[in-house]
């Protein structure tokens, strides 16, 4: 892990108290960081991403003593997720106080929180001594970013500060959970499972799913989201012809393959020589850790399709495959 320097923290909090922009990393992937108090720091984060105000961002805390401070309510299900997975790719919904203003929250009287897994972003925090309000660092609707060069490429003009931790652990962006209402609501599908989270607290909705017809999808659910700027196109083991077929019908087309399987030699057999190949790891937190870098990478390399394998239908797959699936279309 690269370390920042010695007076990077320091820089880093003073800017912090001042209103700028610092993006930091995190296990999961870098954020976009402001004072959470400070409406004005706040609006900077949806101009420099292009973010629509009706989106809520995450809010970051050093420990749960921190967290609820923040939260007007801290229920048992709450301490017994901290204690279980903080710090850690989790992010708790509960009721939030006045002191988080309502542009983080898109007017929500409820509010994210988290304490991330990283030693930067704790030292970070620590010393700030307040909430973070940080969405991942990258444009809105993009990739997210797993590098400090992913930030300086997308947002590097619009940031006073960059803090490099190197690499993302994690790779992909934490799981949401909401226990408003006293009951607990899977949001989104991250860094700890939904069967991790079940071990601990019992039976976890999902949202949208198991949820009552017609009650609200929760921000960020948009079926488009964390897009490469090539096509994706998904398919899975029963539609390998159509991938070789679409894979022979455009030889000159600057292509990657994402693939996870048997399936390799047929498909690497019917690219043509503009077509790359990547075998996927076959553990999902592998998988996790490498795919945004090589979506990042393809976008670089001027790729103008991704042609990818969806993982298993299982519960340990599920959060790749929601990213894969609002990245892409059906081949
Ligand atoms: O891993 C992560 O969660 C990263 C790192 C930087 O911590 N952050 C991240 O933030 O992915 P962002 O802004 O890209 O996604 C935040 C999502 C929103 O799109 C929204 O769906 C949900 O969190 N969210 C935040 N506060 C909410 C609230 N009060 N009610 C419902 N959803 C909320
Ligand atoms: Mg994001």
Redesign the pocket.
């Known amino acids: 892990m690269a370390e920042p320097e010695q007076r990077d923290i320091p820089a880093a909090v003073k800017i912090l108290r001042e209103g700028g922009l610092v993006a930091f990393p ?1 296990e ?4 976009l960081g402001a004072d959470a108090r400070n409406s004005s720091a706040v609006e900077k984060i949806f101009a420099a991403k292009g973010r629509p105000s009706t ?4 809010v ?1 805390v050093f420990n749960e003593t921190v967290a609820k401070r923040y939260a007007l309510r801290w229920p048992p299900m709450a301490q017994q997720l901290a204690k279980a997975f903080w710090p850690g ?1 989790l ?1 708790l ?1 509960v009721p939030k106080t006045d002191e988080i203003v309502s542009s983080v ?1 898109a007017g ?1 009287d ?3 929180l ?1 304490v ?1 897994d990283h030693r930067v972003a704790l030292r970070l925090l620590e010393e700030f001594d307040g909430p973070v309000a ?4 990258n444009r809105s609707g993009r990739v ?1 970013p797993t590098t400090a060069e992913h930030v300086q490429s997308e947002l590097g003009d619009k940031v006073d500060f960059i803090l490099d931790g190197g690499p993302c652990r994690v790779g992909i ?2 799981t ?1 959970l ?1 226990l408003l209402d006293h009951k607990a609501v899977l ?2 599908p ?2 700890i499972s939904r069967r991790q989270i079940e071990e601990v607290i019992g039976p976890v909705e999902i949202a949208g799913k198991d949820a009552p017809e017609g009650s609200a999808i ?4 948009m079926a488009v989201h964390y897009s490469p700027k090539a096509t994706m196109l998904r398919f899975d083991m029963t539609q390998a012809a159509s991938a070789i077929q679409w894979l022979r019908s455009h030889p000159k087309q600057p292509a990657l393959i994402l693939s996870l399987s048997g399936l390799a030699a047929g498909l690497q057999a019917a690219g043509g020589p503009h077509c790359r190949f990547q075998a996927m790891p076959s553990d999902p937190a592998s998988y996790a850790q490498k795919l945004y870098a090589l979506l990042h990478d393809a976008d670089q390399q001027g790729v103008e399709a991704i042609l990818a394998e969806m993982p298993p239908d299982s519960s340990d797959w599920m959060a790749i495959r929601d990213r894969l699936t609002r990245a892409s279309v059906p081949i």
């Open positions: 995190t999961t992937v870098y954020g989106n809520p961002l995450i970051h790719p992010t919904i929250t929500l409820s509010v994210g988290r991330p940080a969405p991942s660092a997210s962006e934490s949401i909401s949001f989104r991250g860094g929760s921000p960020g659910q």
